[in-house]
């Protein structure tokens, strides 16, 4: 199946400063990438859903300039957590659609655990 | 509007024992329905699919799930558990076409005991 990587795998930062994932598809390009976010013991809930060359779709309650999504290339998305606090600490998920398979299946990349002092 | 409903929190089998977690869900469209495994600090790994094909889904690593319309129902079976299938599992929902996000159940926690 298609690869999806992230980048870093783990961070850990000083609280106030800012914080940069990447998500890449390796082997396919990606119009369409997702974010998540997955507390200890929970579920997945979808942050947002990144367009490649247009604006993020964020869902409801989540801050769009506190979660800064840039998908500027076909198998590139950032998300940056700005100004990061203790409560931002958790497991950050991305995911992207493969145009070729022909179905709604996602591919996740292998999370990044954020840990903000 | 598209929900999942996971019935068990948590499962515990012994080794060698069949594995049943359960799913539920809801859906105004016809269903594309997903079961998906996460280790401990690791990403989601696909198991396997239904997306109106055949009912009886079979996946990866001895899994299978049947599609039952009828009970709105996608449970998930193994016929012998292997410790190494301790994990969560993720029943997770969406329309056949693709146009609304993946909905995620709650998650079932597995433990295999020895």
């Known amino acids: 199946g298609a690869v999806v990587s992230q980048h870093p795998s783990r961070v850990i930062c000083k609280s106030g400063t800012s914080v940069k994932i990447e998500c890449r598809s390796l082997?396919?390009?990606?119009?369409?990438m997702f974010w998540y976010r997955q507390f200890p013991k929970q579920s997945l809930m979808l942050m947002a859903t990144s367009n490649e060359g247009s604006k993020a779709t964020y869902e409801q309650g989540v801050e769009k300039d506190k979660f800064l999504i840039n998908h500027a290339s076909l198998t590139l998305s950032t998300l940056t957590v700005t100004s990061a606090h203790p409560e931002d600490s958790s497991f950050y998920i991305c995911?992207?659609?493969?145009?070729?398979?022909?179905?709604?299946?996602?591919?996740f990349g292998p999370g990044t655990r954020l840990t903000v002092l | 509007a598209q929900s999942v409903t996971q019935l068990d929190s948590h499962v515990s089998v012994s080794e060698g024992t069949p594995v049943l977690l359960r799913c539920n869900y809801s859906s105004s469209y016809s269903p594309s329905l997903f079961w998906y495994v996460q280790h401990p600090n690791k990403g989601l790994q696909l198991l396997l699919k239904y997306t109106s094909a055949a009912t009886l889904v079979k996946g990866i690593n001895g899994f299978e799930a049947e599609f039952k319309k009828s009970e709105t129902s996608f449970h998930l079976t193994k016929p012998s558990a292997h410790m190494s299938d301790a994990a969560e599992y993720f029943c997770v929902v969406s329309d056949w076409s693709g146009n609304t996000p993946l909905v995620f159940g709650k998650g079932t926690r597995l433990s295999v005991i020895a």
């Open positions: 995911s992207a659609k493969d145009p070729g398979t022909g179905n709604n299946e996602q591919f």
């Open positions: 082997d396919f390009q990606a119009t369409t």
